[in-house]
């Protein structure tokens, strides 16, 4: 493997704003690549040492919610070529889990999440900066979807939640990050024209490290 830095795009938006489906299509495009992605959801904080009544009521879509210290560890740890544990969150639980997940270490990591261009020494890091900007409309259909069939939540916990954090919590920590991309995304992953000119974009910077 080339010891050259490896290239971090950093790939953020509201919740259900197509971040993933926009970091997928990334990944998608270099089969052939070391490539990887890493999600900043994977580092919510240890909530063990609290009772389980006060784990639900964690605000997720804040940055305390987020262990961002041992993300930009683990990033450095990519960086240098080193291999990490990444952590696993049991949503259940409203905890971490005792499970990690190998990661080895690749020449292009994409970095998912909310927060992700809140926090200046993340920033720092990144290549390339990707904000993807979606109506409120379609975030919350897509959030409903979501967190009925994958996380068993109900319809009205889902709205109550996102009438009542999620989205003032976008207004105030989210949206105004988009000052500090690079390129941003209308409509998340079916906007097919911004992910051939940043897929091309990543191509040419791969071309430049080899």
Request: hydrophobic share 35%.
């Amino acid at each position: 493997m080339s010891k050259n830095k490896p290239i971090i795009i950093g790939v953020t938006g509201g919740s259900g704003s197509g971040k993933t489906s926009v970091s997928r299509a990334i990944l998608d495009h270099f089969p052939n690549h070391s490539i990887m992605m890493l999600e900043h959801d994977s580092y919510y904080k240890d909530q063990s040492h609290l009772k389980f009544e006060d784990r639900l009521a964690t605000n997720y879509d804040h940055p305390f919610a987020f262990d961002t210290d041992l993300l930009i560890e683990h990033l450095h740890q990519l960086v240098e070529y080193k291999t990490i544990e990444i952590p696993v969150y049991d949503y259940v639980q409203h905890t971490r889990s005792e499970q990690v997940v190998l990661q080895e270490p690749k020449e292009v990591i994409i970095l998912e999440g909310i927060m992700i261009l809140e926090d200046e020494r993340l920033r720092d890091m990144m290549d390339i900066k990707i904000y993807v900007d979606t109506d409120d409309d379609t975030r919350i259909i897509r959030r409903i979807k979501r967190d009925i069939e994958e996380r068993g939540r109900t319809l009205d916990s889902v709205i109550e939640q996102y009438l009542g954090v999620v989205k003032p919590m976008y207004h105030q920590f989210i949206e105004p990050t988009k000052r500090y991309a690079d390129v941003i995304v209308p409509e998340g992953g079916e906007n097919h024209v911004a992910i051939d000119l940043i897929t091309t974009k990543v191509s040419a910077i791969l071309d430049e490290k080899n």
